[in-house]
């Protein structure tokens, strides 16, 4: 079926730097997300994206975090600077939208802050 | 904004057994959801989605049933095996001029023992 893929799969970075985090959705996706989960529990809702914009940002999406998609390559989160507490998972998503729409995860990218 | 409660956050039963994960939701504009399973250091598995339309929804050795009245979703496993063993998550999603964002559940880690 259809995958979002994510890359890299593990991230190892000093507190500080900046970090982007790659997706390449499915292919013709119109709607791109971005998850966070950290020890393995819950999904947390970081940010959507379509049409070039932001649609919606949690409460988790700091200033530090920012997403773009140019060009129609990569949807892309870079944090800068990075904090210990970012330390998860992130879990990138598309949809195509539409009344039958499912969301499809990628398999997440594990960024440590050291 | 929404809110998913998923329960039991842990469950343990012997093969064989069934088991039953519910997740109550709160806006009653809720239209699509969804049970993912997770196994350790994996990304997330779509078991089902569901739309508002149908109440009971059969897969490979589960049932999900949807009660719009009460605003629950139970994920029924029928007579589990060690492979189910997993991290199992419920989305839900609205539809709100395109703005798809699905909400999840904190979760329901199940151990099925030999």
């Known amino acids: 079926g259809p995958k979002v893929l994510q890359i890299p799969s593990h991230q190892i970075i000093d507190m500080g730097q900046m970090v982007t985090l790659n997706c390449d959705p499915v292919?013709?996706?119109?709607?791109f997300y971005w998850y966070k989960q950290i020890l393995g529990q819950q999904m947390e809702f970081l940010v959507n994206?379509?049409?070039?914009?932001?649609?919606?940002k949690s409460k988790l999406f700091k200033d530090q975090f920012s997403v773009e998609r140019p060009d129609g390559s990569y949807f892309t989160l870079k944090i800068q600077p990075t904090a210990l507490e970012d330390s998860a998972v992130y879990f990138c998503?598309?949809?195509?939208?539409?009344?039958?729409?499912?969301?499809?995860f990628g398999k997440g990218t594990r960024l440590t802050v050291v | 904004g929404e809110q998913v409660e998923q329960r039991p956050p842990h469950l343990s039963v012997r093969e064989g057994d069934s088991a039953v994960i519910i997740c109550t939701y709160t806006?009653?504009?809720?239209?699509?959801f969804f049970w993912y399973k997770q196994e350790p250091g994996a990304g997330l598995q779509l078991l089902m989605k569901?739309?508002?339309?149908?109440e009971i929804n059969e897969g490979q050795g589960f049932t999900v049933l949807l009660n719009k009245k009460d605003k629950q979703l139970s994920l029924n496993l029928t007579a589990a095996h060690p492979g189910d063993s997993a991290v199992y998550f419920c989305?839900?999603?609205?539809?709100?001029?395109?703005?798809?964002?699905?909400?999840f559940g904190k979760g329901t880690s199940l151990v099925v023992h030999p």
């Open positions: 569901v739309f508002s339309s149908t």
């Open positions: 292919s013709n996706h119109l709607y």
């Open positions: 806006d009653p504009n809720s239209y699509y």
């Open positions: 989305a839900v999603s609205l539809t709100s001029g395109g703005n798809y964002k699905p909400t």
């Open positions: 994206f379509y049409n070039g914009k932001v649609m919606e």
């Open positions: 998503a598309s949809s195509l939208a539409g009344r039958d729409t499912e969301v499809f």
